[in-house]
């Protein structure tokens, strides 16, 4: 059995999920754009997802994203489920398209810890030497020009019913914690920050004679192709983000009690105890049985209203 998530409306996270023995099934194309965007805008609407940065790479998929009411576990499976049906469909292929297990998800308890990690989202086809600025990138992708701006995105001509809406339409949010700025100077900060992280990539590339792969070399890559070095060992994705030590201490301090909390209610309940109660944040069981949770203690780091 795997350990319970702890969900609690508000959260920030971080959000990563892989292709199947590394391949490149996403990789960019009309087709797998269209899907991608249409996928997330139509579950983001449903599960009142915030979607703050989104890079979906040739094997994997970034977002950093605000749980607005705790419902990110529905958010991916539904958009997990649906672009891998209709990918498979358009690559006439069966089998897994996601490595096994599920999502992987880090909390952010900081403004620090979500400026590196955008940074991180954004980066990830230049620091790989696919391209040399984000915005190159020819895959689906948010990033901060398109923050407060309506996406419209028609059906995509592949898997999906006469039941599903002709078109899907978002509009991604910058993050949180900048209500003190307007719009453009957010904008602006967030941009300043990706050039010079990328200007950083490009100077250390020159220095090391390194060349980026390019636009056209990308799209001519095989979907069903792998990358040709070997598989990195299997890291442990942190469960909360930041530099401050008593921050972190406190979030896992948390995360203990909610599982110790979980597990002696869990007993009880599985017993035909009366008057059990979860703890705040229960997911699955909260989902699928007629259970009661606690309500929320207070606000806490890592939430949209602590940034």
Not at 149 to 174: E, H, L, M, N
Not at 210 to 229: I, M, N
Request: aromatic fraction near 10%.
């Amino acid at each position: 059995m795997t350990r319970p998530r702890r969900h609690l409306p508000g959260q920030v996270v971080a959000i990563t999920r892989r292709c199947f023995d590394r391949t490149f099934y996403l990789r960019p194309d009309d087709t797998m754009n269209a899907i991608a965007l249409y996928v997330f805008a139509n579950a983001a609407q449903t599960y009142d997802i915030e979607i703050h940065a989104l890079l979906v790479m040739s094997n994997h998929i970034h977002m950093i994203i605000t749980d607005v009411k705790g419902r990110r576990s529905e958010f991916m499976r539904d958009a997990m489920c649906l672009i891998s049906k209709a990918r498979s469909r358009d690559l006439d292929r069966k089998d897994y398209l996601w490595e096994s297990g599920s999502y992987r998800e880090t909390v952010l308890l900081d403004r620090d810890a979500l400026e590196r990690k955008l940074l991180y989202t954004w980066l990830n086809p230049a620091a790989a030497n696919l391209v040399e600025r984000a915005h190159e990138w020819p895959g689906a992708k948010i990033l901060p020009c398109d923050w407060g701006t309506s996406i419209k995105i028609p059906k995509p001509d592949v898997y999906f019913g006469r039941k599903s809406p002709d078109f899907a339409q978002f509009t991604p949010q910058p993050p949180p914690g900048f209500n003190a700025s307007d719009h453009d100077e957010v904008t602006t900060y967030f941009e300043d920050l990706l050039t010079g992280a990328e200007d950083e990539l490009i100077a250390t590339r020159a220095r090391e004679k390194r060349r980026v792969l390019g636009v056209e070399k990308v799209l001519k890559t095989r979907p069903f192709s792998k990358p040709k070095t070997a598989s990195p060992r299997t890291r442990i994705t942190p469960r909360f983000a930041t530099r401050n030590a008593a921050l972190l201490i406190a979030a896992i301090a948390r995360h203990r009690a909610f599982l110790t909390a979980y597990d002696h209610e869990r007993q009880r309940w599985l017993k035909g105890k009366k008057r059990v109660e979860f703890p705040c944040g229960t997911v699955w069981l909260r989902r699928h049985a007629p259970v009661k949770c606690r309500d929320p203690e207070g606000p806490e780091p890592g939430l949209a209203s602590m940034m």
